[in-house]
């Protein structure tokens, strides 16, 4: 094991059966996550960088089994934000000094690209960088939106388990998934995938998959966290367990992919109560808090019990730890 970890420390290089030599083994868990936290020191610094989170729409087309806005949902009020106070939410998150405005929905076409293109034209206004994270779109829609200015996208895989991909997916497709992530990096945005860890049957193995996808693809970001089952939804019955696989999957992602940038998930908070720190000091470097409408956060259900913090003062909580907010946009800085 030791052996394993000085090479993934040294080259940022592991094989699939070293992966799950890792995953399989909860001995040198400490171990790991010192390493990430070296790693993540050495190569992107003690700078925490904020990403404002605006939730503007719960409305969706897909089924995924785990999600709680999934459309067979007929237990949450549904809502879909104006552009314009969509535009006033990111006004604030910028007059608070934010440099990146996230703006995520469920798949709800109602948007088309045009009418986020006008959105994303107004925020790019000011000094900041734009992310969106809305779902599967085609090419020339993706495209739309780049060129109004927008600079990073979301899209994770999920699993890279094709089969139970299929199941928890109804009516989506794997293979036009995948092309969605690698049109984003076609087109110049910044990628960001992830992956969910304690979806039923998951195995160790297609956990490594997805590791290994995820520094195939090169991606710029990668979000991960446990699953948290919604009551709603058809994986009810399932536990909310995975906390500590779900850091160790980051962990092992930031020791093979040193110089991206990797979120301490809203999942990982809510499912831990020191889950956020526990994150940040093992591989993480961002932190996405939540600016949508009071009115609107408890729609946006994906998981029970979604934390949103108060991070306004927070700052002094990381100083104490050598961590500081950063104040610039943050974008990746390759390195290797
Ligand atoms: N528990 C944890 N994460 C979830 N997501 C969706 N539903 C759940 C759940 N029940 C994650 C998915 C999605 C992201 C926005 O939220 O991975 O990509």
Known sequence: MDKILEKAIKTHHLSKMEIIELLG????DNNIFAAADNVRKKYVG???HLRALIEFSNICKQNCFYCGVRAANQNIERYRMVPDGIITL???AINKGYKTIVLQSAEDDYYTAEILADIIKEIKKNDVAVTLSIG????????????????????????TDRELYKKLHPNMDYNNR????????????????GCLVGLPNQTIESLADDILFFKELDADMVGLGPL????DTPLKNMTADSFWLSLKVMAITRLLMPDINIPATTAMETIHPNGRIIAL???????????????????????????SVDYTKLEETFNKTGRTISKSKGFRQKTI
């Open 25 to 28: 083994n909860n001995n040198f």
């Open 90 to 92: 990111a006004q604030n």
């Open 228 to 231: 948290i089952p919604h009551k």
């Open 46 to 48: 003690n700078e925490i």
């Open 136 to 159: 599967e779109r085609s090419f020339n829609e993706y495209k739309i939106m780049k060129e109004a200015g927008a600079d990073r996208f979301l899209l994770r895989i999920e699993t």
């Open 281 to 307: 000091q093992s591989g993480a470097n961002v932190l996405m808090p939540n600016f949508t409408d009071e009115s609107h956060r408890s729609q946006y259900e994906i998981y029970p019990g979604k934390k």
């Open 178 to 193: 995948v092309e969605c992530i690698e049109n984003m990096k076609k087109l110049g945005y910044e990628t960001g995938t």
